[in-house]
């Protein structure tokens, strides 16, 4: 049933949680994109990656506040130029499939994503990565071509996940069908819209998992996701609808959590393509765009205007002059630039109901500049398709990508550098602005090479001034988290990133 028809019928706050709930065993989370795919180290989204995190498990993760947490691992120790990290290893865990997680395991899931033959497409995280050294059973050495100083950070990014050996030789590329890790799920079956896991009996952490499986149902319309949550279908709907909290909150069986988050969103625009090569069309959108007014009607207030390429959260984060909303000086910037009636283009996003209303306030701002933009929402796979599919940049198809981004390591680098690296166009990284500026290449690369967090520091204060000034994207909002669950539900949390953690699932 679709939100507006329980509204016109005055039932929504009526609606109950389905009786007998807090007897349920399988947990089912609502989320509003399908997954692309099931290999973490082969698959570009936030959803794909956390579901996955289910199955699988790194070295390292991070808390509900993005701090660096021991998993498999249990401690690791650098030497002083940051090219060598020697790590001890949990003892006792098993794959899915009764095999030893081991030294082994370690060095075979490391240095197959960092294979370049393997084409892997997180290769980019790891890519530093000249061998894993074997010291015994319970102990790896880490040797990196270069100094990395968030090496530890990477490492709990959750596309660096440690795969069964005897899995990866039994399945080959069909991997990706066919998850073996060390989590607290086991993997049962994957459609379209459903991703279904069941519970691990033999998981490392005494008395967990607490549920007897996990679900995820992907529903991209907000309200049917909600009703769905009111129904009992789901239990957990993470990324909540803004414009809905005030509703929920006064339902007494659901919570809605509000976190801060380092998710930033952006419109990037193809700055290889006209006109977006010239880059006083690209801040004369910034100029159209009121970011106040983006947050108050995308985001229903849960959000701030980006101040930075890069959110306020994140270490190493600069603000910037803004660009306040004036629309004379962007019509002005217009004209100056060779477009005085403005001119058309396309953006595409998900087909979810936040991203197709963020695509449509856009079409409404730069209206008031003679920009008519085609708005197109994709599924998840399509719009994957479009963007990775492409080998060269002169042929994308790309013109503006509405997207967002965290960086899941929580460090400045993964914030940046994937995306606006002159040497990170798709399909190598995320820069889907094809944007290259010489020197905020070399700061990227200097920022990588120390482990000081004052050079560190100046090399990405210099990056996001060049950045903000050449406006390679439309710089929005960095919007809070929303998740909605039934009170009798508790272990769940999202992470800053928009990850999210189930393994602690209980129902009371």
């Known amino acids: ?42 698959v570009n989204d936030t959803l794909s990656q956390t579901a996955m995190r289910t199955v699988y498990q790194g070295l390292f993760g991070f808390d509900q506040d993005m701090k660096i947490v021991p998993v498999l691992a ?3 120790e650098a030497n002083d130029t940051a090219t060598e990290f020697t790590i001890r290893l949990r003892k006792g865990v098993k794959f899915h499939d009764g095999t030893d997680f081991n030294a082994n395991a370690v060095k075979i899931s490391l240095e197959r994503l ?60 069909d991997i990706a069908r066919n998850p073996v890790g060390t989590g607290a799920f086991k993997f049962k079956r994957w459609a379209a819209d459903t991703f279904e896991v069941e519970k691990n009996e033999h998981y490392w952490k005494a008395g967990w998992p607490k549920v007897d499986g996990v679900t995820l149902r992907s529903v991209p319309e907000n309200g049917s996701r909600f009703a769905m949550l009111q129904a009992g279908e789901v239990q957990y709907v993470t990324l909540f609808p803004p414009e809905l909290v005030p509703v929920a909150e006064k339902l007494p069986n659901l ?6 988050s380092i998710v930033g969103w952006y419109a990037a625009m193809n700055t290889m393509k006209k006109p977006f090569t010239d880059p006083r069309v690209r801040q004369a959108l910034n100029y159209a765009v009121d970011k106040a007014a983006y947050c108050k009607v995308v985001e229903s ?20 002059k803004p660009y306040t909303f004036d629309v004379a000086k962007a019509k002005a910037l217009l004209a100056e630039a060779g477009y005085p009636n ?42 994957a398709q479009r963007i ?45 602005a094809y944007y290259k500026n010489d020197k905020v290449d070399a700061d990227f690369e200097g920022a990588l090479e120390t482990a000081d967090p004052a050079k560190r520091g100046a090399f990405y204060a210099d990056a996001q001034k060049r950045i903000w000034e050449d406006a390679p994207w439309i710089f929005l909002g960095a919007s809070q988290l929303l998740t909605a669950q039934s009170k009798n539900l508790s272990g769940v949390y999202m992470l800053p990133d928009r990850g999210f953690v189930l393994e602690g699932a209980e129902f009371k």
């Open 1 to 42: 049933m679709r939100l507006k028809a329980l509204l016109a019928a005055g039932a929504l706050s009526a609606l109950a949680l389905a009786p007998g709930l807090a007897a349920a065993k399988t947990l089912v989370v609502g989320v509003p994109d399908n997954l692309t795919g099931l290999d973490p180290t082969n």
């Open 74 to 76: 249990e401690s690791f």
């Open 114 to 173: 960092a294979n370049p033959d393997n084409k892997l497409s997180r290769r980019s995280l790891i890519s530093m990565l000249d061998r894993v050294d074997v010291i015994d059973d319970s102990t790896v050495k880490i040797v990196l071509k270069t100094p990395f100083g968030a090496l530890i950070n990477t490492l709990a990014h959750p596309a660096i996940v440690i795969m069964s050996p005897a899995a990866l030789e039994k399945y080959g590329k």
């Open 255 to 260: 919570l809605v959590v509000k976190r801060p």
């Open 301 to 320: 207030g849960f959000c701030t205007p980006l101040q930075s390429p890069m959110p306020d959260l994140l270490g190493f984060f600069e603000p910037q």
């Open 342 to 383: 403005g001119f058309e283009t396309e953006i595409f996003a998900l087909n979810n109901t936040n991203q197709i209303r963020a695509m449509q306030f856009l079409q409404q701002q730069l209206a008031q500049v003679g920009v008519k933009l085609t708005v197109t929402p994709l599924e998840s796979g399509v719009a």
């Open 388 to 432: 990775w599919g492409v080998q060269k940049p002169e042929d994308a198809t790309v013109q503006m990508q509405l997207t967002g981004w965290s960086s899941s390591t929580g460090d400045a680098d993964w914030g940046l550098r994937p995306l606006l690296w002159g040497k990170g166009f798709p399909p190598a990284l995320f820069n889907v």
